[in-house]
């Protein structure tokens, strides 16, 4: 299923040309992005790699950096246009290999997707004992965005954070984010990074300025994935996700679809004045008017500019960055 070229109105009321059915291929139909560099990270699985693959058959090089390098080769290995680095987001020293080797090479960044992330997993450790999913979808691209902030173009870089509507469930956990005092809960862990990385995009944005990167966030919508690896089927078929043979619900999403909006927001002129937005399908989101995350739209602890700011400097404490100071 497609989307034709029809002009839709999205949440906001703003005009797009796309409806939800949009694939990551019909955004850039005709988008020519020949000298464009892309880093698209976990851009070999799911989501990630329909955005690799649309990038780069626009023309677009595309850096793919993986905690799996061979498993990404493999994946990657008849799409040209693309290259694989190894990057760990658990880990601050991969992070800063990466950045460095990129920087040392004098490469510059058009476009940075904070693709990668974990969800619902077992209680896990990492770093200085962070809870994994604030380190990985969040602290780690934190990490990777500043320390690549000097390669990014000025001007015309975009930096999109993959977020959910996961993060209906819990706006940011101030007093315990680690849950080092209250037991965890992998839905409230995996919540948290998704509005950490909505609330990351609108401070990010505002940080930059004129100079950029112009920072967005998008919901891609209820697709399943790789990403649900940690969920047991019986439970996915008891949350209505799927049904008995496996057949995603109603409303879901093909992970090119999935793709769609990511890409979008990555390349859209129609965005230039809305920086910091949170968007799903292909538009600028709504405010979210029930808990229904299949309807979606964005809960006002997820873009709370007071909460943006608050988030950004607990992170450049915890990474010790902060190169849009």
Not at 155 to 178: C, E, K, M, N, T
Not at 262 to 274: F, I, K, N, Q
Request: hydrophobic residues 45%; aromatic residues 6%.
């Amino acid at each position: 299923m497609t989307s034709t070229r029809t002009t839709s109105t999205g949440a906001t009321g703003s005009r797009t040309p796309f409806t939800a059915a949009a694939t990551a291929h019909d955004v850039l139909r005709g988008v020519d992005l020949t000298g464009r560099t892309a880093v698209i990270t976990g851009g070999y699985s799911g989501l990630g790699l329909e955005a690799t693959r649309a990038l780069a058959r626009a023309g677009a090089r595309v850096i793919v950096p993986a905690r799996r390098p061979e498993t990404a080769r493999e994946a990657l290995r008849d799409l040209p246009g693309t290259e694989v680095a190894a990057l760990d987001l658990a880990d601050a020293d991969s992070i800063r290999a990466f950045a460095d080797a990129l920087l040392a090479a004098g490469r510059g960044v058009d476009l940075l997707v904070n693709n990668a992330g974990i969800m619902a997993c077992p209680e896990t450790r990492v770093g200085p004992g962070w809870e994994a999913h604030f380190a990985v979808n969040h602290l780690g691209h934190y990490a990777l965005v500043n320390r690549l902030a000097p390669a990014l173009t000025p001007g015309r870089a975009r930096v999109v954070s993959v977020a959910s509507s996961g993060h209906f469930l819990s706006g940011i956990r101030w007093d315990d984010p680690h849950f080092r005092r209250d037991p965890y809960d992998r839905w409230l862990a995996y919540a948290q990074s998704k509005t950490a990385n909505a609330l990351f995009a609108l401070h990010l944005d505002a940080l930059a300025g004129d100079r950029g990167p112009r920072a967005f966030a998008v919901h891609p919508g209820s697709i399943l994935t790789p990403l649900q690896r940690h969920v047991p089927r019986e439970e996915q078929i008891a949350q209505g996700w799927m049904d008995a043979d496996g057949r995603p619900a109603d409303g879901f999403k093909t992970p090119a679809q999935g793709a769609a909006t990511a890409v979008w927001v990555a390349t859209s002129p129609l965005l230039e004045a809305h920086g910091g937005a949170y968007c799903q399908d292909c538009a600028v989101a709504g405010p979210a008017t029930t808990d229904d995350m299949l309807v979606g739209g964005v809960k006002p602890w997820a873009v709370d500019p007071e909460a943006a700011a608050r988030l950004w400097e607990l992170s450049a404490d915890l990474t010790g960055l902060d190169a849009f100071a």
